[in-house]
């Protein structure tokens, strides 16, 4: 396994470099519209889109398993349309102004213009898929989104109840956040197989990775890493959402200093209350609990991979659980 200071996105993605060029292409054309504004949009999101991490996990996928196709490339559009079509929801209800930096659609055009938006973009899935026949790809992600809405929504229930549990929190990461990676990885294998004991261990590697990443997300809050990311720190406890980190460190105290630290949450933290409950969960091994959890998916998720055949891309698949991993180091 590479020595995790040497691993980067750039030397990840060199078995499928060429291959993330003419999906740029290929997701552009995807979104091609007739309207002026529709257009305008569409260039602004893809400017705007960063990391390009699920595609990526598309390719490799599917390259693990024989080799990219173009059903590749449109299953790596319908992931990417869905994740950007999700963040611009998600802005309207968050009310964010700054997406990775740069401001919001919302923002920008208000939020009637960016739910229309995301409505688009979901409908460019649902007509893309009808037209190539890629109804096993419509199914996947149709599934994805309604796993992504319920995880969203019973996180906001147990937000305003602030009674979760450590089942209840990575049931809800499963649905809002890894399913996607999830989805990703499955749709790389079935664009180049049929055989459902590959898909089905490529679907568990990308939930373990989903999984990493979110806990790693819900760590770098309580860092103050998250500013670089161009996140807010500490907007989980304005948001009253009880995290892994949070989760662990109750786990070291007795139920009446746990019950403080979440009344202070519920009332609606002050300033300074945000700085006292991020010093207690580090004091009280929050972190290095998260870290722990989250160390033994990863090495679950290599373990997935165990059925292939040594090659660059199932190496770069390796290597991107660890990427993932140190997110929060």
């Not at 807010?232 to 403080?260: C, F, H, M, Q, R």
């Not at 630290?261 to 290095?288: M, T």
């Not at 033994?296 to 040594?310: M, N, P």
């Amino acid at each position: 396994m590479t020595k995790k200071d040497t691993i980067t996105l750039e030397s990840i993605r060199k078995p499928v470099a060429k291959e993330l060029v003419t999906f740029d292409q290929v997701l552009r054309d995807s979104l091609r519209s007739s309207i002026p504004l529709v257009r305008l949009l569409e260039r602004y999101l893809v400017r705007q889109q960063g990391k390009r991490v699920r595609p990526l996990l598309v390719l490799l996928s599917a390259k693990l398993c024989g080799g990219i196709t173009e059903r590749t490339f449109r299953g790596a559009s319908f992931i990417e349309i869905l994740h950007i079509a999700t963040l611009i929801h998600d802005d309207v209800v968050d009310d964010a102004d700054l997406r990775r930096g740069a401001a919001s659609i919302n923002a920008i055009w208000k939020n009637k213009v960016a739910v229309l938006m995301g409505d688009y973009l979901l409908s460019r899935i649902l007509l893309l898929a009808l037209h190539n026949q890629d109804i096993d790809f419509l199914e996947t992600t149709s599934i994805v989104g309604k796993q992504m809405t319920e995880g969203e929504l019973l996180q906001v229930q147990k937000s305003r109840q602030l009674n979760t549990d450590e089942e209840t929190y990575f049931e809800i990461i499963s649905g809002k956040t890894a399913e996607l990676f999830a989805a990703c990885a499955k749709i790389g294998a079935a664009s180049a197989t049929s055989d459902p004991a590959v898909q089905i261990a490529l679907y568990e590697y990308g939930k373990k990775i989903g999984i990493i990443f979110q806990i790693s997300d819900d760590i770098l809050d309580y860092t103050g890493h998250r500013s670089i990311m161009g996140k807010p720190i500490a907007a989980d406890i304005k948001e009253k959402k009880v995290t892994l980190p949070l989760i662990g460190a109750l786990k070291n105290v007795d139920s009446a200093t746990g019950k403080k630290i979440i009344l202070k949450i519920k009332n609606g933290a002050s300033p300074r209350d945000i700085q006292q409950i991020v010093k207690f969960v580090h004091q009280n091994n929050g972190i290095a609990y998260s870290l722990q959890k989250a160390e033994s998916i990863a090495q679950e998720a290599i373990e997935h991979l165990a059925i292939f055949e040594d090659s660059p891309a199932k190496q770069s698949l390796i290597d991107f659980v660890t990427y993932v991993l140190n997110r929060s180091n």
